[in-house]
């Protein structure tokens, strides 16, 4: 049995209108809207919900709204769906309604697994030459006006017991670590083969349960700078990059989220294999990112935020100091 990544994921939230307006220009498709709820999706059918903090049946918060109610992991069978069933059962919260079945993680976060309503997307993405690989060839590589997500990728929770909560996603659902800060976080990843990190689990230096942020795939590098300069653009908040994670080597774009926490664009992460040797790190600044642009880059000026704006049609317009 191995889980396939995030099907699903659903936020508690009070202002619906500005959730709205945020994940519309995030860049996902809008499939249903009440007053209770929303429902959007990414281009393979990863689905995110916003409901009202009082809707029925919503699992409770690891902290106050706005938040990450719920997750759901994908499996590709209703076999790995009972074989998931059979690890859940007797868990703290357990649920079953025939469709979807879960639990209680250690730090009290409704976790679901499902049969994965996602579908397989064809995508061009950007080809990068470098010196010893020309893969594009007569070809630009693409500039994008806003960003189109292609699934949720991870999830990152602040958790009180780091130890225990690693265990259970190891132990019930088949995750292994990907790498570590020694007590302090694991990343964690599905299977054996698949992407650096699925799941982060963190514990922040004054210890408290809740969401750090959800990180939404694009296709490459000129998606997260069009994405995130378009958020910009929207009158959204910057909370770090565009930037570089040196571990997992991805290219990320981290703003505010009216629905919590924050939100990521990111790509281009490692790509792992039973191979793979966890590696121990020292949580520190150029550990998270190796370099990133504090308040982002302003959508209309494409310059750093605050900086100048262009004027003449070159750089060397400008008359000799
Ligand atoms: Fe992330």
Known sequence: MHIQGIDEITFGASDLATCRRFFTDWGLTLLDETQQQLVFETLNGCRVRVAHGDTPGLPPGVEPDPTLREVVWAVGSAAELDACRERLRGQPGYVDDGQRVGCTDPNGLAVRVQVTR???????????N????????????????RAQPVEVGHVVFFVLDLAATTAFYERCLGFVVSDRYPGRGHFMRCAPEGGHHDLFLLVPPIPRKGLNHVAFTVRDLHEVIGGGMHMSRCGWTTELGPGRHPISSALFWYFENPAGALVEYYTDEDELTADWTPRDFTPG?????????????????????????????????????
């Open 130 to 145: 470098t010196w010893s690989e020309r893969p594009r060839v007569n070809r630009p590589a693409p500039a994008y006006e």
């Open 285 to 321: 600044p150029t550990v998270f990112a190796e370099w990133a642009i504090k308040g982002g880059i302003d959508g209309h000026t494409r310059r750093q935020v605050n900086a100048e704006a262009p004027s003449g049609r070159f750089m060397t317009d400008k008359p000799k100091a």
């Open 118 to 128: 996602k579908r397989p997307v064809q995508l061009e993405c950007a080809r990068t």
